[in-house]
């Protein structure tokens, strides 16, 4: 008999512990994790990618004064730690802007030095080496995906996209305006996030033209971010546009999607802000919208009128779950949040730099899952 009321027991814990699993899942954070203590003050991230849960890499610059442009920084996850990571032969002073991967053998980093010229890295799998940029071209961006690399880049004052058809860097068309991100499906299936003359824009390339669409016709209204998870389903994020005001006025997020038919403004919980990163689950759906500076009107006579919104959305199909960063001792929110994910899992990193004491900024590096 006691037998039998102990497995009963035992049964039930089993299935109350199976009942909360989803819960205890609900209830992660955002966690901060430290960058290394070779990193000297005044450091700042600027993108990350990740292969699993022991590889990832973050890019940026660290010892940046008021009047220092520092030096080139490069992290790298082994799975417990972040650590900085040698760049010999690399003397010269800037920053590491962007970084894209191909393949864990084939990881391209683009960046700036002080006097405004171009540099381009790549990891073979073994070390970091810099590559000959294409020549007169001023970088900004490097993006993978499909098998695909491109630059984005601008050459004497006019925007410039470049494909890397394994053995050197190839001029693409540029759609109208100006190209902030690119998501890569293929060599012919390509979408563009950025602004033409008359609003924020997304373009699709199909391997001989650009198709585009002004998605916001606001002055002002930009997009930076495009993820395509399908041809009946796209996003895109940014700023949206705003007319008058006094300089210095918080910008509203924009957010959008595309349904196959027509393009539709997504309404988000925050009132202002910057939608700076979306990034995918393993199956390629919308998983996280980061958004910088994010803030929302308080209640009716509330001072000050606008108080903290959400710095990440967690979209699950039909609604967004706020999160907020976690607080880190001596240094306040972040200004810029570019989102990793970990392929295969549903662990994301969020990479970037913070406000530090009196006009500083600090590294901040977070995880989810």
Not at 298 to 313: A, E, K, M
């Amino acid at each position: 008999m006691a037998r039998r009321l102990l497995v009963a027991a035992l049964a039930v814990a089993m299935a109350i512990l199976t009942f909360m699993s989803p819960a205890a899942a609900d209830n992660l954070s955002w966690q901060h994790v430290p960058v290394p203590a070779q990193v000297r003050p005044q450091a700042g991230l600027n993108e990350a990618v990740a292969f699993g849960p022991d590889r990832a890499w973050a890019v940026g610059a660290d010892a940046v004064g008021r009047e220092a442009p520092g030096f080139p920084l490069v992290l790298r996850w082994n799975g417990t730690a972040w650590q900085r990571q040698n760049l010999p032969g690399i003397t010269w002073q800037g920053e590491l802007l962007s970084i894209a991967a191909a393949s864990p053998t084939a990881v391209w980093s683009v960046g700036r030095d002080s006097a405004g010229s171009a540099h381009l890295l790549r990891f073979n799998g073994s070390a970091w080496n810099e590559s000959r940029a294409p020549r007169g071209v001023v970088l900004t961006k490097v993006v993978a995906g499909g098998g695909e690399t491109w630059l984005i880049g601008s050459r004497d004052g006019a925007q410039v996209l470049l494909r890397w058809d394994g053995r050197g860097w190839q001029d693409v068309p540029v759609p109208p305006g100006t190209v902030y991100g690119l998501h890569i499906l293929a060599a012919d299936d390509v979408w563009a996030a950025g602004a033409a003359d008359s609003g924020a824009a997304v373009s699709h390339w199909n391997g001989q033209a650009w198709q585009q669409t002004i998605v916001d016709g606001f002055p002002r209204s930009a997009l930076g971010s495009v993820l395509a998870v399908s041809p009946t389903e796209v996003w895109a994020g940014g700023t949206a546009g705003f007319v008058g005001g006094p300089p210095g006025r918080p910008i509203p997020p924009l957010l959008v999607r595309w349904d196959g038919q027509t393009w539709s403004r997504v309404t988000v919980p925050a009132d202002f802000g910057s939608v700076t990163s979306l990034s995918p689950t393993s199956s390629g759906a919308l998983a996280w919208v980061s958004v910088a500076r994010s803030q929302k009107w308080g209640p009716p006579g509330s001072n000050p009128p606008l108080v903290p919104g959400p710095d990440f959305l967690a979209w699950n199909g039909q609604s967004f779950t706020e999160y907020s960063e976690p607080a880190v001792a001596g240094e306040g929110d972040s200004s810029v949040l570019r989102l990793a994910p970990v392929p295969g899992t549903k662990t994301v990193w969020s990479v970037g730099r913070a406000d530090g004491p009196e006009g500083t900024f600090a590294p901040r590096i977070l995880r989810f899952g």
